[in-house]
């Protein structure tokens, strides 16, 4: 198997988890004990989950399991140009597969609903688990994803990034859905957005734009500023 394939494979995989796990505290736990999981708890799952395949994949693939970091990542000269639309792909299909694995279990309760569930979407307005507009969703987005893209930058060049690197990233992602929940749904990953709004259609593709265009300008500018904030220079790759 080329390496490139076995990355491709890591990165699918990788991304599953977190769509699966993540959106799944949200939709099979909405009713468990009355409360479900809370805010704290998905929020925790989306931070664990990463933080656990990273371990398993970091050496293989560099553990991005986002689109945003991997064009941070290419933008700042860390990451191959000729590897970047390969990477998005293997996550777009890696999240859809988690997206769907969960549908199929959440279907198997009398009375689910895909749409009405919002299954952990993403939106804004009407959308938002709040109702927050537009604005307040794009610029929370295009925030945390600066932030989030920033801090897997920073992370990776130290030489024991691999030690350190999936729980510091790993927190950083439970600290943003803390925040993001209740604004959008938690995102900051337009694979972990295209996932679930592939299946759920409607509103969900409709809205879609926003959580790609947010945090993929997070990522340029992230990219373009980050040789100002490393401390010694590296060769591109984690």
Known sequence: MSNLRRRLMAEAAGTAWVVF????????????????????????AFGLSFTTMAYAIWPVSGAHMNPAVTVGFAVAQRFSIRELVPYLAAQIVGAT?????????????PGFELAAAEFGANGYGDHSPFDYRLHAAAALEFAMSFALVMVNLLVSGRRVSRVIGPPTIGTCIALIYMVSLPVTNGAANPARSTGPALLVGGWALDQLWLFWAAPMAAAILAGLLFPLVQRRPRTAGR
Not at 23 to 37: D, E, K, P, T, Y
Not at 101 to 109: D, E, H, K, S
Request: aromatic content about 10%; some cysteine.
């Open 21 to 44: 796990i993540g959106c799944g505290s949200m939709v099979l736990s909405a009713n468990f004990c009355a409360q479900g999981l809370g805010l704290l708890g998905v929020s925790l």
């Open 97 to 109: 597969f988690g997206a769907w694995l969960l549908a199929y279990i959440a279907g198997g309760r």
